[in-house]
């Protein structure tokens, strides 16, 4: 009798600090917001192999769990919404401090405007720079085959 009551009193403990680490999970996954540690804590209490007692708290969990997925959709639809606000007012802006055309591209429509000579400017930098980097390149593996080269005939 008297094993019967300390293996049961084991196993009330056994509950009690179950629950008690399902209830610091719940409070820890609300806190956050998010619903991933409440995910493990539910996968956590499964495996070590919850009883009847737990059932009933998985439905409120369940409950918990779905309350915390629409509060995040929620937001999630929140951030959209002002992002799609934010790049459609963006836009507005940029279009409207965009520069109408001056006299002189109308009059000289065949010349280059200043935006589009320093455009072709970098990029004729850009090309000369990769330019020279495949010439280093080239001019490194030429100096270390020939590296090797002589190291070879020093072995020879």
Same mark, same amino acid.
């Given at each position: 009798?008297? +094993?019967?009551? %300390? @293996? ?5 403990? @056994? ?10 999970? +719940? ?7 998010? !619903?991933?540690? &409440? &995910? ?15 059932? *009933? %708290?998985? /439905?409120?969990?369940? %409950? ?14 929140? =951030? ?10 963006? *836009? ?7 520069? +109408? ?21 970098? @990029? ?7 330019? =020279? ?7 490194? !593996?030429?100096? +270390?085959?020939?590296?090797? /080269? ?7």
């Amino acid at each position: 009798i008297e +094993e019967d009551e %300390r @293996q049961a009193e084991a196993e009330l403990m @056994q509950a009690v600090r179950r629950s008690a680490q399902e209830k610091e999970d +719940e409070a820890e996954a609300e806190s956050d917001g998010g !619903a991933e540690e &409440f &995910f493990e804590a539910e996968e956590d209490s499964e495996s070590r192999g919850a009883t009847d007692e737990d059932d *009933g %708290r998985r /439905g409120v969990k369940n %409950r918990m769990l779905r309350m915390l997925q629409q509060r995040r959709q929620d937001r999630e639809m929140q =951030l959209r919404a002002s992002d799609e606000e934010q790049s459609s007012s963006a *836009g507005r802006m940029a279009q409207d401090s965009s520069p +109408e055309r001056t006299q002189d591209e109308l009059d000289y429509p065949d010349t280059v405007s200043p935006k589009e000579a320093a455009k072709a400017k970098i @990029q004729s930098i850009l090309a000369k720079k990769r330019q =020279l980097m495949k010439q280093a390149a080239a001019d490194s !593996a030429a100096s +270390e085959s020939r590296a090797l /080269g002589e190291e070879d005939e020093d072995e020879e």
